[in-house]
Structure formats: C-alpha cells, structure tokens
C-alpha cells in the first residue's frame, strides 16, 4: 500500500526518484494513553501560574497556542518578564538577569512513544537500563513517580531561575532549588505541591483522579508532573494533518509539494535525520546552526557557547549537536533552531542543507522581546575560532536551489494540522489559584 500511495505521490514530482518510501501512518499504538480526567486536571495546572516561584508565569506563558506551543521570539524572557511572545518586556520592578539560552521547543506530539529524549540536548531520555527507565541529571531516587518521559521534564523549568523558579532573593521555591533542596520536606517540589494542596478545589480534583490521594496520601509533585504530561499528550497530538491522510491512503500529493516529498524522501537526504511518522529519528547531529546569546554554558562559564549534547556525554564527538526536532506544524513553529536563529524558514532549510556556506551568510535577523539583555548576542559567531568550530563539526549535506528549497516548503505545509494548532480543551476560563492566566 505504502508503494502505491508514493507513486501517486511522485506521478507530479520532476524528476522522481528512485527508491524513496514513506514512512507508516500513526495510530493510536503510537502515542500514550491518556485518561480525560488527568488531561483536564493538567490543563488547569499548565495554565496556572502558582507552579512558578513568584506566581507569576506559568508554562502556558512560554508554550502557547498563539505561537503554536512556543513564544514566537528567538530567546524569550522567562521569570521577569510581563507579556506573550515578541511583545514581552521586561518587569521594571523585577528584570530577568538573561534571556533564555535556547528557543522555546514546540509541544506537539510529545506524548508519542517515539519521543525517546527530551530538551535539544538530550539531558532526559529513556534508559531501560536504569530502575526508573530514564536518565537524567538528577538523582536515581529523584526521578521514582514520575509516570513517562514527557512527565520527568517537567523537573526541570520550575527549579530554574530564569524559566519559572526566580532569584533565590525572591521567594522560598528558588532558594530552595538553589541551595539543592528538591525532593522531601522542605523542598523545591514539596513547596510547590504544599501550595496546590492548599487550595480545596484543587485538592478535590486530585481525590477524584489519584486514588491513592483520595485514600490519604499527600498530593506530590509527581502527581501534578503526571497531570501536566497527560494533558500536553492529549492537547497537542498531531496526526491529522494532510499528509496523515496520504500516510494512510486516503488522499495524494500533487504539484510542488509532490516533488519536495520527493526531494525529502530521496536525493536531499532528508530522511537521513528526519525519519519516521514525526520526521525525527531523535538522536542528535551537528548541523552548525548559528549560535546566539547566552548559550547553554554556566554562569561562571567565560564563553557563552553551546555545545549541545556535549555537554550531557562529556564525548568531543558530540560537539555541537542537538536533538533532531520533530517537523509537525513546523512552518507555524518559528522561530527555528535549537537558539531561534532564523525567522525564515527556507533561509533555516538553505543554511541547515549547507551550513559551511549558511554560516558565512548568515543575516542575524532575528526576533527578541523587548529587553536590553540582547548585548553580547553575536559572542560567539563573532569569535572566528568559535565559528570554524561549528563549521568543523557540521554534518554536511548538499546545496539546494531556490526552486527545490520552495518544492521542500510546500511539502512542510502538508505536515500542518489545524485541529492539533488549535488544540483541544484549550486556555481555561480561570484556574483554581485565582491568578490570572496568559491568554
């Protein structure tokens, strides 16, 4: 069946190619189950900003629908800022001290089994040779509760400063994670979980989905982690678009997005990294994307590079490579690259099909909320020694001309589902806390 629907496909592609095949159609096997009621306990959780230090950002701030679960800008401003998306600022009262180190990933498909490793380094992952089946920076002990890979991840934004936990200055969640109380009493998480407890009508919505709290046992953050994930799997699923119809027989390409199927599933080499229902193997490759602002490096760290999965594995090999992103609703995602480093997506897949030469013709046109933490943007692609170490482990591929970079593009629109845009239970009226939520 596979082979008829991909004749049909390149019957308008010029040239076709020889030997490409698609990749099967997702099916509910393919992704996670979710049960309505965790969904819809996640739902309010994810839009409330009591889960962030100074409840004042939620992660619906960072991930939101009207910039397709991202925040629409190259580096957001995360703790600090007021504002959705390009038009965030900086809180006069309470600045951010740095933009975040890498764009803002989008949430679609994330509950999808294929999804092995979280974050464009790769820092959570599944492991079925650890107890929990997941590796990740913190302890083993750390990571027992947590019901998936998608739940794990959310460990991370609310005991970072810049994301959502604040200056450990500001309030008892961030001094907490900042002197490494995470788990038992006392804690980041505890404190976090303490809040939502406090609060009657999210305390009932916990009895009536966790059994366990309904028989006495105390909300975790692993529970409220759960409820999020459950949600994130049920709102953003993306298996609807065009091109699922032609993964499943039921509609053909024509035209220029024909012949950039073609091109993706054959001699551009596409698949080489794209590969499956979700376009991604999810391993991680140089592509010498451009580097901008404060990198992923520490504080005390002299440069503001990005190495990437380096920086998990410790392997020079790893240089400069990040998780291959899933291409779902990619021509609504933008900014793309792991730092947002284009606005433009033909000139992202130009520079990403040849990155020696895309580094060099680089435009640094980018989109940035409005803040003056933008100093310093260019560091490390001004350093020449920086950038040839980029150039040095790009994997490289080959030119594309103009017209097969706009067959390519025509081909990305297929992967745009509206339904999965839009979402599925979406922005809640209020929540709980009675804080006001990001719409």
Known sequence: ??????????????????????????????????????????????????????????????????????????????????????KRVADPENPP?????????????????????????????????????????????????????????????????????????????????????ITGKGGAWALLSDRIAAIPAYRA?????????????????????????????????????????????????????????????????CTGCHSGPLQSDFDFHATGQPQLGPGKAARFERHSRDVGRMRVTGRDEDAYAFRTPSLRNVAKTGPWGHAGAFTDLGAFVAQHADPSAGLDSYPRAVTLPETELAEGLWTILDDPAEREEIRAAARLGRALSDGEITDILAFLDTLTDPAALEGRLGIPESVPSGLPIDR
């Open 97 to 181: 001290e740095e933009l975040i180190p890498r764009n803002a990933p989008p949430l679609f498909n994330m509950g999808a089994r294929a999804v092995t490793a979280m974050f464009a380094d790769g820092r959570i992952e599944v492991d079925p040779a650890r107890p929990s089946g997941l590796r990740t920076p913190m302890e083993e002990e750390m990571v027992a509760g947590f019901d998936n890979l998608l739940s794990a991840q959310t460990m991370f934004p609310v005991l970072s400063q810049d994301e959502m936990a604040g200056h450990y200055s500001e309030n008892e969640v961030a001094q907490a994670a900042r002197q490494g109380f």
């Open 1 to 86: 069946m596979r082979h008829a629907i991909l004749a049909g496909i390149l019957a308008a592609s010029t040239p076709a190619v020889a030997g490409p095949d698609l990749p099967p159609p997702l099916t509910d096997a393919d992704f996670l189950p979710v049960r309505a009621d965790e969904a819809r306990l996640g739902q309010l959780l994810f839009w409330d900003p009591i889960l962030s230090g100074n409840r004042n950002i939620s992660c619906g701030t960072c991930h939101h629908p009207r910039f397709a679960t991202g925040d629409g800008v190259s580096l957001g401003l995360g703790e600090g800022g007021i504002g959705l998306g390009p």
């Open 205 to 269: 919505r916990f009895e009536a989905v966790y059994p366990a709290i309904a028989a006495g046992r105390e909300i975790a953050f692993t529970d409220i982690s759960n409820a999020i994930a459950a949600f994130v799997a049920f709102e953003w699923r993306s298996d609807t678009a065009p091109f699922d119809e032609v993964l499943r027989g039921q509609a053909q390409l024509d035209g220029a997005a024909a012949r950039g199927a073609a091109l993706f599933y054959g001699d551009a080499g």
